[in-house]
């Protein structure tokens, strides 16, 4: 069978997408199917004038809007990179962005798309200032998904909470799939090490939707508490230098260290104590689930599927979004206490083993593939027939 996972970003580009779609093509391959990647290239932009039509909601009215107008020219732009690049026939395409899946499906119309919603973009967006809730470019985003039920063939997403936030924005929310992120654990080596001081570690994109404002605060309580750790943040973003002034001003400075982006985090994990990321979103949160099979003990915030991912008390510790007292208290509990930090991180590795193995995923995708590229064969031979 020839399948194409068709991306947005890169596959280097961090994010949950990148450190699972290129493994899923490789164990794909090894079983002997024809599986390729495409994506746009950053350096493609402003080259399509082809607008791409909607079939259940009105574009036009939302144009002159910022936010939307750019969203439309990236259409354009990836039909047009599509168009001149996809030349070959494939039995299915899985996409994992919007924007791919409307594209692919408008110039390969008898081909089963399936599409995985992986996160969704206006809620990063209205969580880190740019636009406003029910504004126009909220209203255009959330379109997006009545437009793709319509559609692709079938709908997946990461995690039930996930599938909740879809609900209002679709008319069957029971139709989409959760599927949850599954991750090669050969790239995942626990090392044992004994820190005299807990290291604190968080993997993310520097921007507020992550909370890293809040972490900062409860460390700054932490100290105060008289604990000594070290915090060390890998990611990059639009306010690192926002994060850095912080650091300093709350006295965190010889406390903090910023790494920047790094491909491979999961090779820096296993050294660490701690992993902690204190989100306001999260449709799933897969550096939650590298970081327990890095043997880390896991803190994170009760939403989306952060909590799904963590038992409270068991495989890690929840708190509630923007509560830097919570958030403190949480971490003074892993830090005060390496054996209870231990018992969490052993806990979280074994759920992690056993729920996002990605054996796992490649079984039900399997499932999914073999389902729609059977159900079109069959009205396909039924068409030939009539005709």
């Known amino acids: 069978m020839k399948v194409l996972q068709a991306l947005f970003f ?26 390729e ?8 932009r402003g080259k399509g004038s082809e607008d791409l039509e909607f079939a259940t909601f009105d574009a036009g009215g939302f144009r002159g809007n910022p936010v939307v107008d750019k969203y439309l020219q990236t259409c354009r732009d990836y039909l047009w990179w599509t168009r001149l690049r996809v030349n070959k026939p494939y039995d299915l395409i899985h996409a994992h962005h919007p924007i791919p899946a409307l594209v692919m499906k408008k110039l390969f119309p008898d081909t089963p798309v399936v599409m995985t919603i992986h996160s969704s973009y206006e809620r990063e967006l209205v969580l880190n200032g740019r636009i406003k809730p029910d504004g126009p470019e909220h209203r255009f985003l959330t379109s997006l998904y009545g437009e793709l039920e319509a559609k692709v063939d079938r709908m997946l997403t990461v995690s039930h909470s996930f599938r909740d936030y879809l609900a209002p ?20 080596r626990p090392v ?18 992550k909370g890293l404002d809040i972490l900062l605060k409860a460390c700054a309580l932490l100290k105060q508490r008289g604990h000594t750790f070290v915090l060390h943040i890998i990611g990059d973003g639009p306010i690192r230098k926002e994060l850095e002034t912080m650091a300093a001003e709350l006295d965190l400075y010889d406390d903090t260290i910023f790494y920047g982006y790094m491909l491979h985090p999961e090779e820096f ?4 104590d701690i992993f902690v990321l204190p989100s306001r979103a999260e449709a799933f949160g897969s550096v939650f689930a590298e970081a327990a099979l890095c043997w880390l003990a896991l803190v994170g915030t009760n939403v989306g599927g952060i909590a799904e991912q963590i038992q409270d008390g068991v495989n890690g510790l929840l708190v509630p979004p923007d509560d830097p007292e919570a958030l403190a208290g949480a971490l003074e509990k892993v830090v005060s206490d390496p054996g209870y930090r231990y018992n969490l991180a052993r806990a979280a590795w074994e759920k992690a083993k056993r729920d996002y193995s990605l054996q796992r995923v490649i079984a ?8 729609l590229t059977q159900t079109a064969g069959a009205a396909s031979e039924e068409e030939g027939e009539t005709t």
């Not at 450190?19 to 391959?29: A, G, H, K, N, T």
């Not at 044992?192 to 939707?209: F, G, K, M, W």
Request: with cysteine; aromatic share 12%.
């Open 10 to 35: 890169p596959p280097e580009q961090p994010g949950g997408v990148s450190s699972m779609v290129p493994y899923i093509q490789e164990r794909f391959l090894k079983m002997g199917w024809d599986m």
């Open 37 to 44: 990647l495409f994506y746009i290239p950053k350096r493609v």
């Open 169 to 188: 924005h679709v008319k069957n929310p029971d139709g989409i799939t959760v599927i949850p992120n599954g991750f090669d654990e050969k790239r995942f």
């Open 192 to 209: 044992s090490h004994d820190n005299e001081i807990p290291q604190l570690i968080t993997v993310c994109r520097l921007v507020p939707a």
């Open 269 to 272: 994990m296993p050294f660490f």
């Open 364 to 371: 039900q995708l399997k499932e999914v593939y073999l389902g």
